[in-house]
């Protein structure tokens, strides 16, 4: 079919699946990825990642106000490659034996693409810190912050309410919202959230965000490398028919959870806390020992190993009548804990300073990702794809070698 | 008629001899010379350091590479000492090893920050010229204790390591100060009953009386008196002399099946659990005899080698019930071995007769020379690389040396496999001198990482320590790597053969190379993804992400992505051969990027290989692919068509 007569959308689907669309688009990750890198020497990279890898575009921003797109973000770039891929690699290309290899590689990595896209829009991250004797049913984020508001000093612990992190990310820049949560015979208003901040008494050198409350006031601090380490502040206001209290909420965990703030609405008595974002898990996990093992002769560790109890939700641990509802577990490097479409991993452990006879704590990373496994399954279709691609490439190579060098010789002769 | 290719092989290895000359075991202005059989017993001994259990011959060759850059140290005098000599005159003749130059200081700004006379720069020094000025080291040296490597200017880290080698090596030649000391009673007939042999003791007989003297101890409490004060100046100096060999050498194993588990004692250590009471000397205590005798006469060859053949008995059987014994003597024979400056020197040899092989294009011998003295060499890698998986029961690429010696062996191996296909005498050739590069790099990487690390087989951090992981990912990786840097090279031939009209009118020639360099870039793609994707899968059970856009993760990425560019590039005709000839070349830049350019940013997860100190290769190696580059654009204007340029 002569290039002209082609219908519009085939005329799309050409560029769409074409070689040319696809070196652009490989250029622009190769040169996101280079710039992402160095980018995380000087900002981090919870920083690199949602300015170049997790985001549409890449923004410049000539003044305070103005925001330009300069550049694909690593989103749209892979969006549209996986488009590429199914158009160019699966939808254009004609099925016959010797293109089977292409046509593998090409589904497995949209498959591969398709698992870190599933990951990005549902899977949760955080940790779980244990000392030895505790017990936990929840994780928390590492980056994610919450405001929980509950009841305090009922006979019956009251339900949480909570109010989750970006709806609080809203509120930066000054912004306020009003929370009429179900059940509250109170509203309550949310504003002025700092990613990053500290809480001081004012003074006459710095500019406050937001009111002063009891002579305090929140002080924006510039974001940390490491972004678990920012501590999130913001205002917190209760409305109770017309009287109004005021607080500051700071999100700094000093071990016991981050501090509430407590007030009296509607006769009863309740408290509000900021803090990460606290996930449920379906089990229990108590921390019976944690064992660092270092090389012998130098402080490099060689393993680090928490044995823990898992307990199905609602047990209470009983170590001396295990009733098959508290199993026994290993967690260390290299073999996580995967169950209830959890993973738990050894991710860390302290106090840094400990000595041979103090309780230690250990820190678990936990996920909950459904496509966990994905690229496991990814690698091996891949894997299949390319040896059969340039297995196939080798042999008709190698025998044009071999029959070339035969006719050379013969000629010789 | 005399048969050539033997003539040749004898030549070969006559030249080949002739460059490695036997240092001596006689100091010519040191101590004694050493016996054969005393530094053949003394090199298989084993010891733990830095959480491994090696021969004393390892230790002694990494502590003087440390110091001194090499594993033999060249005397004042003339003349060389193997390292097994000197770790023998530095346990056994401290004060003579004080004397020989086994310091080398880079710079003369070190000595003079610490107000000591500099010989001129790259000069060697001795322990003994360097004293006066000790004290100063060290408090220079803490003061930048804490300070970031990449925030320390050279001549402090010269400082910093000038600092740390001496102090290893004072308390080297503290191992046995204890076992040289006596001990007396110091006038008091109550201690001078217990130590039964009489005053002064030394140390052995001292911690057969240890129970004795702990119940005496108890016994005069806190009674006044001269036993008392006798008694007290005695544990004094046993504390003393536990004190000086505390960081001695580890070369004491606890039975198998010890309470405390993987670490050898030094002498002190010995001595120590002796006086708690909760060990039982019965095994050790011959050991520590002999040792004695060995540091308290050692001029005495005779009976020092009778005492330390049973003192070697008594640790290697202590070692073999532990299981740590098996592999040492394969490690001494690796030593001695050399087989990675062997292949280097054949690798020489090799390119030297490819050079050969130009000027006399007619001479088949030459051609099997380089097949000869290449495929000689890629053994001894080969053999050198088992060896070491063998010694460390590790898959062969787990620290960045190992990288250098894996992927120079992947190169020079696919090269001579596209050798035996083309038979073009191109990547013959080329396998001489990546072959050559990659055994001089790993000498010079050797150095850098024993300066830092200690070992080139170090103990690896809890993360690394699993060899399903390490034998997939890092070795896929590593060929992957291999591939990209070879195609670069091959690339390399394209662009200045052409430049320089090398076989001008051989355009299948260059079709060749540019098929050559085409497949080995699906080579290099293969591993690289697999090897990219297996270390995402590992990062998913280590850490908990199958990617987290780490520095290391992310040049793995850039290699996938350049390549599969290069790739679609070249289906969709958008490059034909000279730009594959440069996209190849860029993609050689891409895989030392990702090889060594990442791991000098220093952050990420994959902290277990930061270096540093290599930044300066690296940019004139793109200085100079730069050029190469930007020749291809002179060639491009000279040649606007170059014909016979093919697609995929």
Excluded at chain 1, 135 to 155: L, N
Excluded at chain 2, 135 to 141: C, N, S
């Amino acid at each position: 079919m002569n290039g002209t007569n082609r219908s519009p959308g085939a005329r799309v689907l050409d560029v769409l699946g074409s070689f040319g669309l696809c070196c652009v688009l490989l250029l622009c990750l190769f040169v996101l990825t280079v710039l992402g890198t160095l980018y995380q020497v000087d900002h981090g990279l919870y920083a690199a990642k949602a300015r170049f890898f997790s985001s549409w575009f890449l923004w410049w921003q000539p003044t305070e106000r103005v925001s330009l797109p300069v550049f694909p973000g690593g989103i749209t770039c892979m969006l549209v490659l996986a488009a590429n891929m199914l158009v160019g690699g699966l939808y254009r290309v004609r099925f016959d034996s010797r293109r089977a290899g292409v046509v593998i590689v090409h589904l497995g990595i949209a498959f591969l693409l398709i698992a870190g896209l599933v990951k990005m829009l549902s899977a949760v991250e955080g940790h779980l810190t244990l000392y030895e004797g505790e017990q936990a049913d929840y994780f928390q984020s590492y980056h994610d912050w919450e405001v929980a508001v509950w009841e305090v000093g009922g006979a019956q612990p009251g339900r949480e309410h909570v109010i989750d992190d970006p709806l609080l990310r809203d509120l930066e820049g000054g912004r306020s919202r009003t929370f009429v949560l179900p059940g509250l015979p109170f509203e309550l208003v949310l504003s002025d959230f700092v990613p990053n901040s500290r809480v001081l008494p004012k003074g006459p050198r710095w500019t406050a965000v937001g009111p002063v409350v009891d002579g305090f006031a929140l002080q924006k601090l510039s974001l940390e490398k490491e972004a678990e380490q920012n501590i999130a502040g913001l205002h917190v206001a209760v409305r109770d028919g017309g009287a109004v209290q005021r607080g500051i909420l700071w999100g700094l965990d000093t071990g016991t959870g981050p501090d509430t703030w407590t007030f009296r609405a509607g006769d009863r008595d309740w408290a509000v806390r900021l803090g990460h974002a606290r996930y449920p898990m379906p089990f229990s996990i108590r921390l019976d020992d944690f064992e660092k093992e270092d090389h012998p002769g130098i402080s490099m560790a060689k393993a680090f190993r928490s044995r823990v109890t898992k307990l199905q939700a609602g047990t209470t641990y009983a170590s001396s009548a295990p009733d098959g509802r508290a199993e026994p577990v290993l967690i260390q490097m290299n073999e996580p804990l995967r169950d209830g479409g959890l993973v738990l991993f050894q991710s860390s452990w302290g106090p840094g300073n400990a000595g041979p006879r103090d309780r230690l704590f250990s820190v678990f990373s936990v996920v909950r990702n459904p496509s966990d496994r994905w690229p496991e399954l990814s690698l091996w279709v891949i894997t299949a794809g390319l040896l059969l691609a340039f297995g196939r490439k080798l042999f008709v190579t190698v025998r044009a070698q071999i029959e070339l060098r035969g006719a050379a010789e013969r000629t010789a002769a | 008629m005399i048969p050539r290719r033997p003539l040749l092989l004898a030549a070969l290895f006559a030249a080949f001899s002739g460059l490695a000359p036997a240092p001596g075991a006689v100091p010519e202005d040191g101590g004694a010379p050493w016996d054969d059989a005393i530094r053949d017993s003394f090199a298989t001994l084993p010891v733990q350091d830095r959480g491994r259990v090696k021969p004393v011959d390892s230790l002694a060759g990494l502590k003087l590479l440390t110091y001194n850059g090499k594993r033999t140290l060249k005397l004042a005098a003339g003349g060389r000492i193997d390292r097994v000599s000197w770790i023998l005159e530095c346990l056994f003749y401290p004060e003579e090893a004080r004397r020989w130059p086994c310091f080398r200081v880079q710079s003369d700004a070190v000595l003079t920050a610490i107000d000591l006379e500099a010989k001129g720069k790259r000069a060697w020094y001795s322990y003994a010229e360097l004293a006066p000025a000790r004290d100063r080291l060290f408090e220079q040296a803490a003061r930048h204790a804490g300070v970031e490597a990449a925030d320390l200017r050279p001549t402090e880290s010269q400082l910093l390591k000038l600092a740390g080698d001496l102090r290893d090596f004072e308390e080297l030649t503290l191992t046995c100060a204890g076992l040289r000391q006596s001990f007396s009673a110091g006038g008091s007939a109550r201690v001078a009953e217990v130590l039964a042999e009489g005053s002064p003791t030394p140390l052995a007989s001292l911690l057969e009386r240890a129970a004795e003297l702990r119940m005496l101890n108890e016994e005069l409490g806190g009674e006044e008196g001269p036993d008392h004060a006798a008694l007290q100046a005695l544990l004094g100096e046993i504390d003393h002399a536990i004190g000086a060999g505390q960081g001695g050498l580890a070369l004491l194993p606890p039975a198998a099946g010890a309470a405390d588990g993987e670490r050898w004692w030094t002498v002190s250590d010995l001595v120590l659990a002796a006086f708690d009471g909760h060990f039982d000397l019965g095994r050790h205590l011959p050991l520590l005899r002999s040792l004695e005798r060995m540091a308290r006469a050692p001029g005495d060859r005779a009976a020092f080698q009778a005492e330390l053949a049973a003192f070697h008995t008594g640790v290697v059987d202590l070692a073999a019930e532990r299981g740590e014994y098996g592999r040492i003597p394969l490690e001494v024979r690796l030593n001695r071995f050399r087989p990675f400056t062997n292949a280097l020197v054949l690798f020489l040899l090799g390119f030297v007769l490819t050079a050969l092989g130009w000027l006399l294009p007619g001479v088949r011998a030459l051609r099997w020379g380089v097949w000869g003295t290449t495929g000689l060499a890629t053994l001894l890698v080969a053999a050198g690389i088992t060896m070491r998986c063998i010694i460390r029961q590790r898959p062969p690429v787990v620290s960045l040396y190992d990288t250098i010696l894996f992927i120079t062996g992947c190169m020079v191996l696919v090269s001579l496999i596209l050798e035996r296909l083309t038979r073009q005498n191109l990547a013959l050739s080329l396998a001489t001198i990546l072959g050559a590069a990659g055994m001089f790099l790993a000498g010079r990487y050797e150095l850098k990482e024993v300066a830092s690390a200690g070992d080139t087989m170090a103990s690896v951090v809890a993360v690394l320590d699993t060899n399903y992981y390490l034998a997939i990912h890092v070795t896929t990786i590593a060929m992957g790597y291999a591939g990209g840097l070879l195609a670069g090279a091959i690339a390399h031939v394209w662009i200045l053969g052409k430049l320089l009209g090398w076989r001008r009118a051989d355009e299948a020639f260059y079709r060749s190379v540019a098929r050559m360099t085409y497949g080995v870039v699906c080579f290099s793609l293969l591993f690289s993804i697999f090897g990219t994707i297996m270390g995402g899968i590992w990062a998913n059970d280590s850490w908990g992400r199958f990617w987290g856009w780490d520095p290391k993760e992310n040049g793995a990425l850039l290699i996938c992505l350049w390549e599969l560019l290069i790739i679609h590039a070249r289906l969709g005709g958008y490059i034909r051969d000279r730009g594959l000839a440069v996209s190849a070349v860029l993609g050689g830049v891409v895989v030392s990027a990702s090889w060594w350019g990442v791991n000098l940013l220093s952050v990420g997860l994959h902290s277990y290989g930061f270096t540093s100190g290599v930044a300066l290769t690296l940019f004139v190696l793109w200085g100079i692919e730069a050029v190469v580059v930007a020749l291809a654009g002179v060639e491009a204007l000279l040649h606007p068509r170059a014909a016979g340029e093919t697609a995929a």
